[in-house]
DNA sequence: TAAAGTGTTCGACGGAGGTCGATCACCATG
DNA sequence: CATGGTGATCGACCTCCGTCGAACACTTTA
């Protein structure tokens, strides 16, 4: 699963549009934002994104709190903010969270109705794990 | 996750006992075949062994028919018979299937309700994924 | 404009894991 | 006992990816 923006070169071209008509006042950054619906997302992206503990932690604590309540910086992560920014790159592509610029912050939203309705029950499987677990593989 | 049999190092003793308490005539090489109770599987190594789609092939071929009736080498799989038996250790180990000897052959079944029980919807999600797929990632 | 805050991108590194050929162990059959 | 079949194990290779520091881009605030 390759992350890099220039990475669209798929065969079949996505039938999701991102419903971005409206051609409002968006911050530069917002451009290189691309999203990836989760119908249009494989099971194996969908496994191999949750199958890491990081952005595991990062769809829990998520669902902790209200939809764009949460900056990319306010998570509590064993990593420094260049792998954080990569990880929050893969939970994007496979459709498991939203971001929106908010000033200097990108705040996030799970997609949870839309991601349930691909993936039954998975979400569920990783809110339903609990917390910590610093010793796990 | 290793899967080499003499990596049984972990600090807590598992629960589930293998229930092996029959003193039964057992094959030599069936005394190698440690399995691990899906209960005690953890859900990074649940999605992790998942993630796979060669592993995913075998889980569905194997919920395709009735228990004990498919060999290791009578599943469809693009690898050599080496990494063959790899992915099947490694299912083995994540509590997905389990095994038994029946002559020089060594018979499979998919571990459905304990699984299920364990991880409520991810079985389902697998099987559910449309066959084959060859290109994806 | 300068400085601080937030997040991405880049290049590099290291470990984990999927893959293979070769070999070995066990079982069945002649 | 010899042979063939099945599957595990070993060592090696190679790709993928999680990780980091450094640099960059954008935004806000002083």
Redesign the pocket.
Known sequence: ?????ESNTSSTPPPHLPDEGHTQSQ???AR?LSHVHPADVTLSDAL?AL??P?RRTIVKELAGGPDWTR????FDL?????????????LRQAGVIE?R?A?????NRLRRPEFDAAFPGLLDLVLSERRADPGE?
Chains 1, 2 share one sequence.
Request: charged fraction near 20%.
């Open positions: 699963m390759n992350v890099r923006p911050s530069q950054r290189n191999t199958a890491d990081v900056a990319c910086g306010t064993p990593v420094t903010k260049a792998t954080r920014s990569h990880h929050f790159a893969v971001q610029d000033g200097s912050r990108r705040l593989s």
